[in-house]
């Protein structure tokens, strides 16, 4: 919100220097994002000039002139200016030679046109306090300094403007009639309310026939009409150089006028051109279907929730948010109906997101705007209209006002003292909350307030405690830091998930974090199925984007976009790219059918039974981890090729995480299996099963899901359910012996089908307490083999923890486990 202090300065004694004014407005919770002093905008000597003489110069490709402006100096200065819409005698602004303009454009004497310009006369654009560049700033006499003075005062250069960032729960502070407010709480200094204004009320018969058929969306209607407006009148100078500093484009008086109502009031309008409606106004919800050319331009296809103003032909404005082309005021309008409503936030909120429609009108309804404000802002506008372009205004005002009155509040007179760690008085509190606007009263230890009409927000008594707190001052609030108590440092579950993220890091994988957005496209480019449970998805109330309206029930989709995205910018082109990520996914919460969760007050802390009702309504977030990797895991050097990634990669990948994890990727818990698993390619997927049970899957995705997401063939991925993982149980100290050990290499023939790992164990159950450890070390398949078998080839560790083992107890051992080996899995050991 910008505002000038100018014009907060007619409704209250703001002070202009900065010093003074930004700790004032911070005082009272108002973020302070940048003051500008517009006089120090523009540089070096502008004064005010009298045209003496001007000579036209021809023979150029467009008109040029030469003239002589008086600027308060012994003689004239001679100036080349292109415009014409200036005659000798009128003042206009002048920058002499030194000067520099906004966006440092320095001013100094120079040859054009065969005459030398000692000097620059501006237009509003120039000085940055317009858009117009048609013509000249011509300055009018009677209010005009006298020539050679400095013109910073007469051009609206010599104000302060204040730029602040308004939160959404302070919706009154869009204005200057709220900020003004806020002013004066800080510096203790009278209101002057600009709503304080004698407005007329509602007649029995409208201006303009008006109905409402849905007064939730839109609880007040009000409309006045004025006739026979002069459709070629401006809007005066000042109320252009007010909209211009709050950065708003002037428009045209009619619309003008709206505007600057909204930024000093809070109440956004809307004018209508009477003679391009037909038959009577309906405010309503859109109908399936219809549509509406709004006034950027953009046809729109409306939703059911929208609420529109129609007429007989159908909508005519997108109601809140933007008003619709086929009755907008243009120039030859000459009769204006303006409108003033109060509509529903969050409807506004919706539709303004819906239609990406981010207009300063609907930006004031979803925070809330004070309903009491129609007729005021309907009768400033009529004055203002017939003020500047003429015209009759009709007698008749329409008023629908169906507006509930504001629910009272109760709290304990000693709320805010205990929330904020500060004492005030019961007497100090129903003071502060009156100088709100509240209307209080206290009745023993209860204190009852009603809150004024332009504070929607204040609702419940944490509201009330937070009112007082800000305006006694935050400053009043002990900075002292409660002892810490003890804690107990990470919880097991958090040391494994950065144990596992280290891991990952530390095998080449680089870290992402992405959005956990997903979409109906992401399951169709995966492949997902129609009944496949990963489409019930947790949808959202209010989503960033219509295409990804829900959460994420496995890593992968934004994973893979991600890595997509990555390719496709990488500067030197490198495809060899690996990412993980390790986060939440989402199942929908098994509440109920038509169940609702409980409402939970702020005020006290629900009851056990309250909390675990909620919890039921509380989407499942379980973690998980997931790596995609594409290119070569190997890179290539002069060492030789590098190798690219596969299914094996990805399983080792698994392995690394339930390492870190806390299992052993080669103990009995852990196995590895062929498996069918979408988005993977059913000849290679790897399910990952821990106790027996699948914990995820790994593996090269499906060639169809890699073209879909527009990824390298033989793309890798892996995603476990970290949760489904058990934590490890605390590990005791293992027992080193200091006796040699035992190395013995076994070779096994098996059918090519076997997996290693059950191969594996077979070996550590058949070998017994003296086996240290199992590794694979080959695996050979050829002809002399035979079809369809492969060699396996292990290194079994014996060690004793009292003795060094004899060569027969080795072999004994080793005999024992080929023998389960072969039991379980028909192994033949080679050379046997």
């Given at each position: ?187 203790r200094v009278p209101f002057r309310d600009p709503a304080a204004h004698d407005a007329p ?537 200091g006796y040699p050990p035992a190395m013995i290499d076994v070779a096994l023939l098996v ?15 058949g070998a017994g307490e003296l086996l240290e450890s199992v590794r694979l070390f080959d ?54």
């Open positions: 919100m910008r505002v000038p202090v100018s014009w907060l300065r007619e409704y209250v004694d703001a002070p202009t220097d900065p010093a003074v004014l930004e700790p004032a407005l911070v005082k009272v919770g108002l973020e302070v994002e940048e003051i500008t002093d517009l006089a120090a905008t523009v540089t070096g000597p502008l004064v005010i000039g009298r045209v003496s003489e001007i000579e036209e110069l021809t023979g150029f490709k467009k008109p040029i002139r030469y003239c002589w402006v008086d600027v308060g100096e012994d003689s004239p200065r001679g100036i080349i200016c292109g415009a014409s819409n200036f005659a000798a005698g009128d003042l206009v602004p002048v920058i002499l030679p030194g000067g520099v303009l906004p966006g440092g454009l320095e001013v100094g004497a120079r040859s054009a046109y065969g005459r030398v310009s000692d000097g620059m006369i501006c237009s509003a654009r120039e000085l940055g306090i317009g858009d117009d560049h048609t013509g000249i700033l011509v300055l009018p006499p009677e209010t005009a300094p006298p020539v050679g003075a400095d013109a910073r005062p007469a051009v609206g250069l010599a104000d302060v403007v204040v730029e602040l960032a308004i939160t959404p729960d302070r919706g009154y502070c869009l204005s200057v009639r709220g900020i003004a407010r806020e002013l004066s709480h800080s510096l009320g509602a007649t029995e018969e409208p201006a303009y026939p008006v109905r409402v058929d849905d007064p939730a969306g839109c609880d007040r209607f009000a409309t006045r009409l004025v006739h026979g407006v002069d459709p070629a009148a401006a809007s005066p100078a000042w109320l252009q150089r007010r909209l211009t500093l709050a950065g708003v484009r002037p428009l045209g008086l009619a619309v003008d006028v709206t505007n600057y109502l909204m930024l000093e009031l809070g109440q956004p309008m809307h004018a209508f051109d009477v003679d391009r409606l037909h038959g009577p106004l309906v405010v309503r919800r859109a109908a399936p279907g219809e549509k509406l050319t709004t006034l950027d331009g953009v046809g729109r296809s409306l939703d059911p929730e929208d609420m529109v103003i129609c007429d007989d032909r159908g909508p005519v404005s997108l109601a809140a948010v933007m008003g619709g082309a086929n009755s907008e005021i243009t120039s030859d309008s000459r009769n204006v109906l303006f409108e003033a409503a109060h509509w529903d936030p969050v409807m506004v909120a919706r539709t303004a997101r819906r239609h990406k429609l981010p207009s300063e009108a609907a930006k004031r309804w979803e925070r809330g705007v004070d309903p009491q404000l129609p007729l005021v802002a309907l009768q400033r506008a009529v004055e203002l209209l017939t003020r500047h372009g003429g015209g009759e205004p009709d007698p008749r005002i329409g008023d629908i006002d169906t507006v509930a009155a504001p629910a009272p509040v109760t709290i304990p007179v000693d709320l805010p003292a205990r929330t904020a760690g500060v004492r005030y008085p019961p007497e100090r509190v129903a003071e502060l909350l009156a100088e709100v606007g509240c209307t209080v009263s206290v009745a023993g230890n209860r204190l009852t307030a009603t809150p004024p009409s332009w504070r929607p927000d204040l609702t419940e008594p944490a509201d009330l405690a937070e009112e007082v707190a800000r305006l006694a001052g935050y400053d009043q609030i002990p900075s002292e830091l409660p002892v810490a108590p003890a804690g107990t440092g990470l919880t097991a579950g958090q040391r494994r998930r950065r144990t596992v993220a280290r891991a990952l890091a530390e095998a080449g994988y680089v870290e992402a974090l992405c959005y956990p957005f997903v979409g109906p496209a992401a399951w169709d480019a995966l492949g997902l199925s129609a009944d496949d449970p990963r489409r019930e998805t947790v949808r959202l109330a209010n989503p960033i984007s219509q295409q990804e309206p829900a959460l994420r029930t496995t890593l992968l989709p934004p994973l893979l976009a991600t890595l997509r995205r990555n390719l496709a910018r990488i500067p030197d082109g490198s495809r060899d790219i690996g990412l993980y990520e390790v986060g939440l996914v989402f199942h929908p919460a098994r509440g109920g059918a038509g169940a609702t969760p409980p409402r939970m007050a702020v005020s006290d802390r629900p009851p056990p039974e309250v909390l675990a009702e909620a919890q039921r309504f509380v989407p499942g977030q379980p973690w998980h981890v997931a790596v995609v990797a594409v290119g070569d895991r190997d890179p290539a050097g002069w060492w030789g090729p590098g190798r690219p990634a596969d299914w094996a990669d990805a399983v080792e990948a698994a392995r690394t995480v339930l390492a870190a994890a806390g299992l052993a990727p080669d103990g009995d818990r852990v196995a590895v299996r062929p498996g069918t698993y979408q988005p993977w390619h059913p000849g290679r997927c790897a399910e990952i099963l821990v106790d027996g049970a699948v914990v995820g899957h790994a593996g090269e995705l499906h060639p169809a899901a890699c073209g879909a997401l527009e990824l390298p063939k033989r793309t890798c991925a892996m995603e476990l359910n970290l949760d489904a993982v058990p934590l490890p149980p605390p590990v005791p100290a293992p027992r080193v012996s059918d090519a089908g076997t997996p290693a790992a059950q191969v594996r164990a077979a070996l550590r159950d695996v050979y398949a050829g002809a002399q083999l035979g079809e369809g078998r492969k060699s396996l080839a292990y290194t079994l560790t014996f060690r004793a923890g009292d003795r060094t083992l004899t060569t027969e107890e080795a072999v004994a051992a080793r005999d024992a486990a080929v023998a389960e080996a072969e039991r379980r899995t028909g192994a033949e050991l080679r050379g046997g």
